[in-house]
T-cell receptor, first 113, second 113 residues
Framework: GAGVSQTPSNKVTEKGKYVELRCDPI?????LYWYRQSLGQGPEFLIY????????DSGLPNDRFFAVRPEGSVSTLKIQRTERGDSAVYLC???????????FGPGTRLTVL | RKEVEQDPGPFNVPEGATVAFNCTYS??????FFWYRQDCRKEPKLLMS???SGNEDGRFTAQLNRASQYISLLIRDSKLSDSATYLC??????????????FGQGTTLQVKP
């Protein structure tokens, strides 16, 4: 079956611009996670959705970052006023339940010039 | 101090060698433990879960020492295809049972012919 998909695969933007990153989880998976991976580091947790609601957004670095999952399936991570330090690979993962294995998408590589 | 600490390496070993990776975690309340594998410019994939009793999957053996808050991965008879970054991961359930993953920095393994 289809895995987790993410679009775009690459995004180059200029400092100060707004970007949206999309995640399409595995069908039937209620838990959805966003992580950010900087070069040479492991992924860092950003936000967790159970269904439509953000159950844990403790990893969002500041209020420029926001994510939604309006119908409990596709999720969008939104970054306002991008900064060069936001450059990273943004990974999405989904699982059937929070205590099940998480399956990762291929990531979106964001570059802020 | 990072919640999960690993030696980033790289570990350069010849084919057929046995290699061991270790990591330590700081949160004694962590409940689930994993090793993930990440190939260059790819998403992380679950390699194996880690239990106190130890578990083995073919050439791979993982061990957890809760008292020392220490996790290990042993790879026997290394293959060229084992070359990758190995991420030590714990689950932080916290108060909301999110299942979010806390990753170490990763240890890079390069197996040489």
């Amino acid at each position: 079956g289809a895995g987790v998909s993410q679009t775009p695969s690459n995004k180059v933007t200029e400092k100060g611009k707004y970007v949206e990153l999309r995640c399409d989880p595995i069908s039937g998976h209620t838990a959805l996670y966003w992580y950010r991976q900087s070069l040479g580091q492991g992924p860092e947790f950003l936000i967790y959705f159970q269904g439509t609601g953000a159950a844990d957004d403790s990893g969002l670095p500041n209020d420029r970052f926001f994510a939604v999952r309006p119908e409990g399936s596709v999720s969008t991570l939104k970054i306002q006023r991008t900064e060069r330090g936001d450059s990273a690979v943004y990974l999405c993962a989904s699982s059937y339940r929070p205590d099940n294995e998480q399956f990762f998408g291929p990531g979106t590589r964001l570059t802020v010039l | 101090r990072k919640e999960v600490e690993q030696d980033p390496g790289p570990f350069n070993v010849p084919e057929g060698a046995t290699v061991a990776f270790n990591c330590t975690y700081s949160n004694s309340a962590s409940q689930s433990f994993f090793w993930y594998r990440q190939d260059c410019r790819k998403e992380p994939k679950l390699l194996m879960s880690v239990y106190s009793s130890g578990n083995e999957d073919g050439r791979f053996t993982a061990q957890l020492n809760r008292a020392s808050q220490y996790i290990s991965l042993l790879i026997r008879d290394s293959k060229l295809s084992d070359s990758a970054t190995y991420l030590c991961v714990v689950t932080d359930w916290g108060s909301s049972n999110t299942g979010k993953l806390i990753f170490g920095q990763g240890t890079t393994l390069q197996v040489k012919p």
